[in-house]
């Protein structure tokens, strides 16, 4: 697993937009799966969405299904996060990690995390 910086947060208003990117420093292997996961105070940190790189299998969280869209670009050894209409539910620090397999428990190499505010 390799080191991953998340980027992009910020302050949005309700119903917007952004769109977050975690690039990892080196070659992951192909094998993997990427996952974006968030923190909201007081909460736990939850499943956002996930993709393989190998075949871009994705998967989503039921709170983000349709708004949100996790991409990856292998070329780059980036992952991106669509996110659109944004509600203050979605106020949360952002994490990105990898994982060798869709296992939850699995996820590691943790990012730094980027802070998504939604003002309403």
């Known amino acids: 697993q390799v080191p991953l910086v998340e980027s992009g947060g910020g302050l949005v208003q309700a119903g917007g937009s952004l769109r977050l990117s975690c690039a990892a420093s080196?070659?992951?292997?192909?094998?993997?799966?990427m996952g974006w996961f968030r923190q909201a105070p007081g909460k736990e940190r939850e499943f956002v969405a996930g993709?393989?790189?190998?075949?871009?299998?994705?998967s989503y969280a039921g709170s983000v299904k349709g708004r949100f869209t996790i991409s990856r670009d292998n070329a780059k050894n980036t992952v991106y996060l669509q996110m659109n209409s944004l509600n203050s539910e979605d106020t949360a620090v952002y994490y990105c990690a990898s994982s060798p397999n869709w296992n939850i428990a699995a996820f590691g190499s943790w990012g730094q995390g980027t802070q998504v505010t939604v003002s309403s």
């Open positions: 080196g070659r992951t292997s192909s094998n993997y799966v």
């Open positions: 993709i393989s790189w190998s075949l871009g299998t994705t």
